[in-house]
C-alpha cells in the first residue's frame, strides 16, 4: 500500500495514457474530477477534440461525504473491480466495462458512459427509459444466478466468498441499513416535524425482531456475489442501455438484499414524485413505477427459473421445485430489505435527490413520511405478501 497517493487530474490522465487501453494515449490531454457519490474520486479523461475516452476511479483512504474522520479500507478498490469484472463476465450488456485495475494505487480504468444518465436523475425528472427495469431484472438474475451454489462447484463457491469477504464495508451497511435509523444515533437526520414516527420505529417489537432477521441474513446468507449496493444512483441508463456500476460494497450475501435495494430505490422515487411533478405528471409517472417494480421482479424470477432449470449443476438443487422454492425465500427477503432501503435513506444518513430536490418543506417532509411509513409496512408484511401483485396491491393500500 505504500505506493498509495491521491490523484490530482495531472495523475489520472498520465495513468490514463499507460492504462486506459486506448490506441492514441497521446491523444488523452485533461481531466475533470466528476465523483459525486459518498466516497471516490472519479476523474473522466478527455482528449485534445475535448471528447471523454475513459474513466478512471479512485478510492480514498477516508469516506469522501464525511471527511478523514471516517477511514475507509482502500481494499474496497479492489473489491469493487473484481465485483464488476465478475458481473461483467455473465452479464456485459448490462456491466460497466472495467479494463484495468491496480491494488497498490486503489485505482481502477473503466469503459465512459458519457452517452448515458444516472438513473436516478432522470427518474426525479420523471424521464421514463422502458427498458430499464427489464434490463434490471436481467442483470440480477444473471449476475446472482452465475454466482450461486446453483452452478458454482463448492470448492469454487467457497473459494469465491473468501475472494470477496468485505467486512469493513459490510460493516458501513450493518450499521446504516440495520441499527442507526432505530436507535437514536447522530447519524441520522430526518425532518422534525416526523420525531413521533421515528420514535415509534425504535419501540415497534415486531418491526425491530424482523429487522434483526434481515441483519442476520444479511451476515450469515452467502447466497451469492451481490453488488451490494444497487441504488438508482449506481445505474447508468440510455435509450435502451442499463450499466450497473460502483459495486464497491461487493460480497457473498442474500440475493434478496439486491432485488430489495433495487426496488426500494423504485419506490423512494414513487413515494417522492408528488413533490418532484405537476400533478398529473406524478400520477403518470408513479403508474410507471408500479410497473416498473413488477418488471423487476418478473424479469428477474423468470430468468433465474430458467437459469436454474437449465444450468444447475448440484444434483440436490437442480430437484424439480426446488429453485421456486428457493425463490419465495429472496422474494421475502427482498420485500424485507426494499423496506430497509425506504427507511434508511430517509431517517439514516444516506439521503437521495428524490427527496432532497423537493422544494417544499411541507411536501417534502409528507413524501418522507411515506417512505417510513411503507418501508415499515413492508418490512413487517415481507412474509405476507405472496407475489408481486399481492406487493403493488399493498404499495397502493399504503397510499
Ligand atoms: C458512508 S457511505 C453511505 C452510503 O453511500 C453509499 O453509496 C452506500 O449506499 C452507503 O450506504
Ligand atoms: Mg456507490
Known amino acids: 500500500m505504500s505506493q498509495y497517493r491521491t490523484f490530482t487530474a495531472a495523475d489520472a490522465v498520465e495513468y490514463a495514457k499507460q492504462f486506459g487501453g486506448v490506441d492514441d ?28 475516452r475513459v474513466v478512471v476511479k479512485q478510492a480514498l483512504p477516508y469516506v469522501r461525504c464525511v471527511g478523514e474522520s471516517w477511514p475507509l479500507t482502500l481494499d474496497r478498490a479492489r473489491l469493487e473491480a473484481q465485483t464488476l469484472v465478475e458481473h461483467y463476465k455473465h452479464c456485459p450488456q448490462h456491466t460497466v466495462h472495467v479494463t484495468h485495475y491496480d491494488a497498490d494505487l486503489a485505482v481502477m480504468v473503466m469503459e465512459d458512459l458519457s452517452s448515458h444518465r444516472i438513473w436516478r436523475g432522470e427518474l426525479v425528472k420523471g424521464a421514463y427509459y422502458p427498458q430499464a427495469a427489464s434490463q434490471l431484472g436481467e442483470y440480477l438474475a444473471q449476475t446472482l444466478f452465475h454466482t450461486s451454489d446453483f452452478i458454482l462447484h463448492p470448492h469454487k463457491k467457497k473459494a469465491e466468498v473468501a475472494r470477496f469477504i468485505n467486512p469493513e464495508m459490510c460493516e458501513i451497511t450493518e450499521d446504516l441499513f440495520f441499527n442507526d435509523p432505530y436507535i437514536d444515533h447522530e447519524r441520522n437526520k430526518y425532518p422534525a416535524a416526523l420525531q413521533s414516527l421515528v420514535e415509534s420505529l425504535r419501540s415497534d417489537d415486531a418491526l425491530r425482531i424482523a429487522v434483526a432477521g ?21 445505474i447508468f441508463v440510455a435509450d435502451g442501455s442499463l450499466k450497473a456500476i460502483d459495486a464497491e ?18 419506490l423512494i422515487n414513487y413515494c417522492c414524485l408528488p413533490g418532484l411533478l405537476a400533478p398529473r405528471e406524478a400520477a403518470e409517472a408513479r403508474e410507471r413505477r408500479l410497473s416498473d417494480v413488477h418488471q423487476v421482479w418478473s424479469i428477474f424470477e423468470s430468468r433465474f427459473l430458467e437459469l436454474a432449470a437449465a444450468k444447475t449443476s448440484d444434483v440436490a438443487l437442480a430437484y424439480p421445485g426446488y429453485a421456486a422454492a428457493f425463490l419465495r425465500k429472496v422474494w421475502s427477503d427482498t420485500i424485507g430489505y426494499c423496506g430497509t432501503e425506504l427507511i434508511r435513506r430517509t431517517v439514516g444518513m444516506s439521503h437521495v435527490a428524490d427527496f432532497k430536490l423537493i422544494g417544499d418543506d411541507a411536501m417534502r417532509t409528507e413524501c ?12 413487517l408484511a415481507a412474509n405476507h405478501i405472496d407475489d408481486v401483485d399481492g406487493l403493488i396491491a399493498r404499495i397502493r393500500q399504503a397510499g
Not at 214 to 234: C, T
Open 214 to 234: 434481515l441483519k442476520h441474513r444479511f451476515f450469515a446468507d452467502a447466497e451469492a456475489l451481490l453488488h451490494g449496493d444497487i441504488h438508482s444512483g449506481s
Open 25 to 52: 494515449p497521446s491523444a488523452l490531454v485533461s481531466a475533470e474530477e466528476i465523483g459525486d457519490g459518498n466516497l471516490n474520486l472519479v476523474f473522466k479523461i478527455y482528449d485534445n477534440q475535448g471528447v471523454s
Open 368 to 379: 418522507i413520511r411515506s417512505c417510513i411509513t411503507l418501508g415499515r409496512t413492508l418490512i
Open 249 to 266: 460494497f461487493g460480497y457473498f450475501g442474500p440475493i434478496g438484499f439486491d432485488v430489495g435495494t433495487a426496488l426500494g430505490n423504485l
